[in-house]
């Protein structure tokens, strides 16, 4: 089977949160069970300097009104995955993948439009026949409304794929119509939503299949709570969407290959390996030495509840060092500022990954009380380091964390509140104190969450489609 996956990154090309690394594992892991796998992505700013991309002769010409918009492509061939990098200096080469300042650039619609667009092109000219084309999250969400008018002759179907329902690429009409689509797909079986346009609800209708990632996910997304209005669409779709949970990839996340962690160590070495690493984080950011280290590596939003992380900091100071890595709007960041003056607490803002991966190895506990969580792979990645999760009960949290009250190896809350959270707070200082921190971080080491279950999945919702 011949599969291209489009998206809008792509580790180690580009990153800016899990899409990435699930862009990256599932091709891989798809490659390995014998299919033929295309990955097509933007060329952001620098990858042309960290990787040997081989330059195309040919280049694709999208045509925006009376624009025309050159598009270069660059290939890569690594493990047996094609990638595909499609450049337009002017789109693509700027600081950020989709904002500038926390703020979301304003042609988005048209950079990813015309992304899309061009991928198509390039599948077309160049790929030919494909079996599959999976797309991912509101960035390419134009593929199947576009195979069902201007790319008719591409006879793929079409998987499209959520990992967050709270971003749906919700536009005026007056951006997209610059990409001179059928108008037909404007209406209410299409783009249309409350006076405006939305990308993901149109596929939503239109893709062959709809898989989100996790199943507890999938549930949730048809609930006017965590749906963000399209919970009457994907329920009138249920037939065709499924929760896949995603895995991670231990040859990239494991502690004992890690070369930005300051000492690997294996199952048998964690103690001494999480103690240096600790001591090392401790010493860095000036953190007293006799008390447990919580971790917390993510966006600084509600989302992931940075709230009432700040409360518990806040409560916790005394028992407890936090060290918090992320990057978030300027009323979280001024707030989170005022934190650092606490001796036990140190909060670094931006994108770090040696310091998030140096995060993982030398935390005792790792939080994440999530107040909606698609799959999240923080917690696997810091169960893969040794690090106990305290994660609150939603969405892909409870399909991959067990409760130690049920022979499990992490700490589950229900309610999103200060109180509920500072509870499991209490809980984790309870094992941390009598010494049983050992056990459970062993038991989470072992828990597998490698893609070989979940890339079947796909595989075989590949061949239900392909018929
Ligand atoms: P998200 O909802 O942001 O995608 P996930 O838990 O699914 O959350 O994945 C987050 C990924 O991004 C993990 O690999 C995590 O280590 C990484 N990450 C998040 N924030 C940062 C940061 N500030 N610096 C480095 N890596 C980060």
Redesign the pocket.
Known sequence: MKIAHIASEVYPFS???????VVSALPLSLKANGLECFVISPLYKNIINNFPLKKSKESIDIQVGTDIYNIQIFQYKKSGVHYIFLSNPYLFERDGLYTSNGKDYSDNCLRFGIFTKAALHFITNSIGTLDIIHCHDWQTALTAPLLKTEFQDIKAKVVFTI??IAFQGIFDFSELSKLNLDTWLFGFGGFEYYGKANLMKCAIIKSDAVTTVSPTYANEIQTPELGYGLEGVLSEHSYKLQGIL?GIDYNV?SPQKDKHIIQKYSQKSTKRGKTINKDYLLNRFNLPKDKPLFGF???FTK??GIDITIDIIKKFHKDINFIL???GDSSVKQELETLNSLKEAAIQF????P???QI?AGSDFYL?PSLF???????L?AMKYGAIPIVRKTGGLSDTIVDISSNGYGIIFEDYTTDSFANAIDRALSVYHKGESDQFYRLAMEKDFSWNESSKQYITLYKKLRG
């Open positions: 990153k800016t949160g899990g899409l990435a690394d990992h967050n995603n996340w590596v993510s966006r989302q992931k890595l992320g990057d931006g994108y770090n990954e310091l998030s991966r993982y994440m969580e698609p799959c999240g792979l923080s917690q990645i």
